[in-house]
């Protein structure tokens, strides 16, 4: 279940309590409902404050609207437990075969995972400046990816012209160097951020660790192995993992909302830092003289949503995410 298919079994079950006459709200239901993935660990696989939003509306305590949204929230397909925390917030535990559900999702949509095809409107001209124009062609394939219109944002500027930029950092560093950064802060575009082959530059960090995904996939291969099915409840590094994989549409979606690549891009670090310390946590292959086993292929199967979640968003940012580094 992903967080857009949890915002909507939240929005439908506040309507079935609404329509059941346990709540009463002094206005309509709230269109959007957010969840998120809960600050700390211990606090169940997402949280949201819909209680809280709704409280004004209904003239109780924020506790109490909460109470009658977990009985009913509890009973919806694919969702294990709702803990109501202090003032009114929502703990949700999914099933744990919702993770392998949403494994065999990213890998059955592959490269459409996050990213639709929507119409849009022809690009317009090229300004010269070269923030200016990264921005354009990146909001436009948000705005392809998601059917959402972003709105006009002010980057600001580089001092470099584009062949400059090209010259010294590569396309796809350029890239990188102008899309990270939110829209109103100087990008940095000295090379010694954005070309060294280390760990340390995000962007490296992001592309080897999708290369090292589809390196694994390859790996397997060569022993016999296959990506498979969910093999019992995840580990803790590989539910942070499925955590990221899930928000990558959400982030997608509020990235083209608000006119913002760098969401995107931070996404894809955090899933790159992810995604690393699960491999170091759960090996997707036998080590020594292990046997092959269910294990090795829910762990490949994950590797491999996660190298999709990777190489989609760097798409998304018109950067190329190579197999090979």
Known sequence: MTPAELSRTVLATVRRA???????????????????????????????NVALQLAPLTGVAPLTVADVISRRLA?????????????????????????G?????????????????????LAPPPTGEPRADAYAAALRRLHAAT??????????PVRQTRDELLRTLGADATAWALLR?????????????HLPQREANPLFLVRYAHARSRALLRGARDLGLAPGPAAGSPEPAEAELLGLIADFPRTVE??????????????????????LRCHDACPALPKGEEKPSAVHGARLALADAAGTVLANGLTLLGISAPRHL
């Open 254 to 275: 509020a990235a083209a909302r608000h006119g913002a690549p760098d969401r995107v891009a931070r996404l894809l670090e955090h899933t790159a830092d992810a995604s």
């Open 75 to 99: 009973a919806a397909p694919g969702i294990a437990r709702v803990d109501v925390a202090a003032p009114g917030f929502l703990n949700i535990t999914l099933q744990g075969d919702s993770h």
């Open 147 to 156: 059917g959402v219109e972003p709105p006009a944002r002010r980057p600001h």
């Open 181 to 193: 950064p939110p829209a109103e802060d100087a990008p940095r575009t000295d090379p010694a951020a």
């Open 101 to 121: 559900a949403l494994v065999d999702l990213v890998r059955a949509q592959g490269s459409r995972y996050g990213i639709g095809e929507h119409p849009v409107a």
């Open 18 to 48: 609404v329509e059941a006459d346990e709540l009463s709200l002094a206005g309509p239901v709230p269109e959007r409902v957010v969840v998120r993935r809960p600050p700390r660990p211990g606090c169940g696989d997402y949280a949201t």
